[in-house]
Structure formats: C-alpha cells, structure tokens
C-alpha cells in the first residue's frame, strides 16, 4: 500500500483531530485502551478500535495490533500494510464510594 501519510493527514484533518500517526518503529509505544484507526484498502479512514495488545513479529510484516471494537469484535491489523493513527484513551477519575472511604479512614487512623 503506497500512501502519501501527510497528504493523507491533510486531507483527513477534521477525522484526525487529537490522532498520531505511528510508525512501525513507534507501535511499542502506544498505550494499552488508546483509540485506533487505520487507512483501509481503499484508502480511506476507518475506525478500529481500542487497542488490546501489540503482538511483534520477526519481521515488519508479520507485527499485528489486537484491538477490540465497541461492540467487542476482536480486530487484527498489520500496521505494515495498513498505517495506523491513535488517540490516548481519556480514562475517568473513578469515584470514591462508602466503603472505600471508610478503608481509607481506618488506615489514616493507624498512622
């Protein structure tokens, strides 16, 4: 797949707004839950994912991401042939509830 990667960021400005796009070398560094999408055959943006799991092969062909889309289909994408962009994942604060309140009542009671 020959693709113009600026060109095509260019293009597709609007779609990628708060994406990166990651080089083969880079995949390692993309964090767990963070949003996926590809350039398809067709050369057009399509949503992935979230990412599961990078899996490294013993040449850049054989690298696949594992990602989970929103309904929970398991997706695989080689990255060599099909460019991919992320997003970091915005994980929520979780909130505290009563028990764990209390847990950390007690245990500040103990220092």
């Known amino acids: 797949m020959s693709v113009d990667i600026d060109q095509f960021i260019l293009e597709n400005e ?3 707004k708060d994406y990166v796009y990651v080089t083969l ?3 390692d560094t993309i964090p767990p839950g963070s949003y996926i999408r590809f350039i398809n055959r067709e050369n057009k943006l399509s949503g992935g994912g979230f990412l599961t799991f990078v899996v490294k092969g ?5 690298t696949k991401i594992i990602l989970r889309s929103i309904v929970g289909r398991k997706i695989q994408i080689r990255p060599y042939f099909f460019p991919i962009f992320y997003k970091q994942s915005k994980e929520k604060p ?3 509830n009563k028990k764990t309140k209390a847990f950390k009542n007690i245990l500040e009671s103990l220092e």
């Open 94 to 96: 979780k909130k505290e």
């Open 14 to 16: 609007d779609k990628l």
């Open 25 to 27: 070398d880079e995949i």
């Open 58 to 62: 013993e040449r850049d062909e054989q």
